[in-house]
């Protein structure tokens, strides 16, 4: 088995809520997402996609993401995409960082290994881990009292975990933590995200403001430096997320006990071979993990599911469910929610038919 042809559509998602708000004023309306196929030579094809959080959260962009596969699939054609290992080695050797515009490529060759060995991705990635996966909500920046009315609905529809986007004002940020979490039950857990949107000091006004709540503080200032002097100062369970963006990172942050709790965004790392190696680092050193990615649709929706489905469920901390947030459906088979949970396919590879009349044309056609 060889590959013979890596090709991409474009696809635009728009949210169901309208506008995704965090830190900074930052806002998308529609997400540019890619959908990646990568075609051997006996006609099967795998699936993957990426889709980033816009031009200015990570260093990522949509048209990026199109522009580095044609320069990344001609060093591909004519590779077995199921020595996983051996394409992630040439695609770093053929491309020099970048790691989002590998992650589609990699993703889809899960998909052909499960396609070929008839079994879903979360058995090749170590075995399926209970019976579902519990999912988080993100909650967009608005008011106070918008955010807490929207957790208490999503609550109702059977959510547990809340990432509430803050990182602005810091008196509206405390008073948002605040609103949000007298609505919650004891068991319910409650994340503060700034998504760097913090200076040092003003992290430090918050974290002393909210310390009699129970909440997580998440990635509350640019640099890793700052985010530990942060951590430093509070009791709050901590979470690293921006800053974790690799292997070695990962090592400095435990050293350092720069977190409880880290996410691991696949695209971030690079694919589902690299974000399985942090995600198994995790689970040898006692890290518990959010399992998820930039954005994306069904298809990410389904590695997300393998690759949470996974986890052992003690170091599980939450998963997302990126397609119930958008409009547009790109693939059958997909994971769907039900009351705050979803679970891996177990259909062989990622368990998912892309949608050929919502996908269109190819806008990358490499063979």
């Known amino acids: 088995m060889k590959i013979a042809r890596v090709f991409a559509h474009r696809v635009d998602l728009p949210l169901k809520e309208g506008r995704y708000s965090w830190s900074g004023g930052k806002f998308v309306e529609v997400f540019d997402s890619t959908i990646v196929g990568v075609e051997t030579d006996d006609g099967r094809v795998g699936y993957g996609e990426v889709c980033p959080l816009g031009p200015f959260y990570l260093p990522a962009y ?3 993401v199109r522009a580095g596969l044609k320069e ?29 515009v590998k992650s589609g490529i990699d993703i889809a060759c899960w998909d052909l290994l499960g396609q070929v060995t008839g079994l879903p991705v979360c058995a090749l990635m170590g075995g399926r881990f209970g ?7 993100a909650i967009s920046q608005e008011s106070p009292d918008a ?12 959510y547990t975990r809340f990432q509430l986007k803050v ?11 605040r609103a949000v ?21 003003e992290a430090m006004r918050v974290v002393r403001a909210v310390r009699d709540v129970d909440v997580y503080i998440e990635q509350p200032c640019l640099t890793y ?3 530990l002097s942060v951590r430093r100062h509070t009791d709050h369970p901590y979470v ?10 990962l090592l400095r942050g435990h050293a350092d006990g720069a977190m409880d709790v880290v996410n691991l965004k696949i695209s971030k790392l690079g694919g589902l071979t690299k974000t399985k190696q942090a995600r198994d680092l995790c689970v040898s050193l006692g890290i518990a993990m959010t399992l998820e990615d930039s954005w994306g649709g069904d298809v990410t929706t389904a590695a997300i599911a393998h690759l949470a489905h996974s986890t052992p469920e003690p170091l599980r901390f939450t998963a997302t469910d990126f397609n119930s947030y958008v409009t547009v459906s790109t693939a059958e088979g997909a994971p769907q929610r039900e009351k705050g949970f979803m679970r891996a396919s177990d259909q062989p590879g990622l368990g998912v038919t892309p949608r050929m009349d919502v996908l269109g044309r190819r806008v990358v056609d490499i063979s």
């Open 240 to 249: 690293m997320d921006e800053n974790i963006d690799g292997i070695d990172m």
């Open 62 to 64: 949509a048209e990026g």
């Open 167 to 177: 990182g602005g004002d810091p008196d509206v940020d405390i008073a948002r933590i």
């Open 72 to 100: 990344l699939a001609p060093h591909l054609i004519g590779l077995d995409p199921r020595e996983l290992a051996v394409i992630n080695q040439r695609m770093d050797a053929a491309l020099k960082g970048h790691p989002y």
């Open 147 to 158: 955010m807490a009315a929207k957790v208490e609905g999503y609550r109702n529809e059977g």
């Open 181 to 201: 979490r007298a609505l919650l039950s004891d068991t319910d857990r409650l994340v503060a995200d700034a998504n760097t949107g913090w200076t040092q000091h």
């Open 131 to 137: 019976e579902s996966v519990r999912l988080y909500r």
């Open 225 to 227: 430096d700052e985010c």
